[in-house]
């Protein structure tokens, strides 16, 4: 039996949407829409839907003819035709929290001051529910960047399911891409002796990528420790007379010799284990960068929440950025609940042309 009941906030908790509409700017920057930025919401979301049933029937095994079609149990595959499960994260405020707010109400005697304290208390809790949420996307958009798939298991989602890795069906040629660029014929140590050549190597990877495919790639994607690695190297400070090279500077020199500019993230997310919070990394591994076809990856595809479809009377409701946030109280056992929730996964649309390199390794 659903036990919820109004917000103990009353009429604040009933201008939800308002309080949200006035403060977008304050959410937390998340990097996910520059890459995925997000759909027109669905009715339902499944990972077929969003990789593309065009793409996963083009599994199937090729045989000579007149063999027998090959019986196998498309474990991947039938995973990839299961429902994309809702991201939420609820807060609670219990009852000794109620009564110690209760008494800063009592003894305030600034009517303004009270509004504004209540204001404040809604605020806290409706700026964590999304901002948690909007975390996750930048863990799906960074995975599915640095890794080709996504990778949801124990360590990146403790306290929920795990599906496993789903894979956004990257071309095999196109992972940790081999070539003579990025040190794969260089020494074993090809960014601390100095003989890296990181501009050389980004326009041979990208005349080589054009010459082979004719695709022009837009973007490399990055995180600030292979930037830093980059811009410390004896061609970049050699170039520029500097060893303090801004990005903005090097991507001006980039674009200006028609080679793709950098976009650097930075994807530490928190996660809470039994009470304990720790950072993780979605970027598979620093030494990775990814090229890019275009200024966006994909689409970050997700569904209505089912209350949104069906609200609860006597639950409040916002949306941010297409999470749905609710609010409510409950009697027994006390408490006042703030809900974010979204079912989202990342569309990879430049999944053909798209190259994970990694800086470090050589053939």
């Known amino acids: 039996m659903d036990n919820r009941v109004k917000s103990v906030f009353g009429k604040y908790a009933e201008q939800l949407q308002v309080l949200v509409d006035t403060n977008t700017d304050v959410f937390k920057e998340s990097f996910f829409q520059r890459f995925f930025p997000l759909g027109s919401p669905q009715m339902g979301l ?9 793409r996963l029937e083009a599994a199937a095994s090729v045989v000579a003819h007149g063999s027998e079609a090959p019986l196998r149990s498309r474990a991947g595959l039938q995973k990839l035709s ?24 009592a003894v305030s005697t600034n009517d303004e001051g009270k509004k504004q304290q209540i204001i404040s208390l809604i605020w806290d809790d409706v700026s964590y529910v999304v901002n948690s949420v909007t975390s996750r996307l930048d863990w799906y958009a960074a995975q599915a960047l640095s890794k ?54 980004i326009q041979k ?7 082979d495919t004719g695709v022009t790639l837009e973007k490399i994607v990055m995180t600030p420790s292979k930037w830093h690695d980059i811009r410390k190297s004896e061609e970049v400070v050699s ?27 930075n994807p530490k997310i928190k996660v809470e284990e039994n009470g304990v919070i720790k950072s993780i990394d979605a970027w598979d591994d620093d030494k990775y960068i990814t090229f890019l076809p275009a200024e966006r990856a994909g689409i970050m595809h997700n569904s209505l929440s089912i209350e949104q479809i069906t609200p609860v009377a006597g639950v409040d409701y916002a949306t941010a950025n297409n999470v749905l946030v609710s609010k409510w109280s409950q009697t027994e056992p006390f408490g006042e609940f703030t809900r974010g929730e979204l079912a989202a996964f990342p569309g990879l649309e430049v999944a053909d042309n798209m190259y994970i390199v990694n800086t470090e390794a050589h053939e």
Do not use: C
């Open 82 to 105: 299961g429902e994309v499960a809702a991201i939420k994260v609820k807060r609670k405020m219990d009852e000794q929290s109620y009564r110690e707010w209760l008494t800063m109400q």
């Open 239 to 265: 170039h520029f007379d500097t060893a303090f090279v801004s990005l903005d500077v090097f991507n001006t020199e980039l674009q200006s010799l028609g080679l793709p500019y950098i976009d650097l993230i």
């Open 46 to 54: 499944t990972y077929t839907s969003v990789i593309g049933k065009s």
């Open 205 to 211: 990877f990208t005349e080589d990528v054009q010459d």
């Open 148 to 201: 080709g798939e996504v990778v949801i298991d124990a360590t990146s989602n403790p306290d929920g399911v795990v599906p496993g890795t789903v894979d956004l069906l990257v071309k095999a040629d196109n992972k940790q891409h081999g070539g003579d660029a990025f040190g794969f014929s260089g020494s074993d140590d090809y960014w601390g002796t100095g003989t890296a050549t990181p501009l050389a190597d």
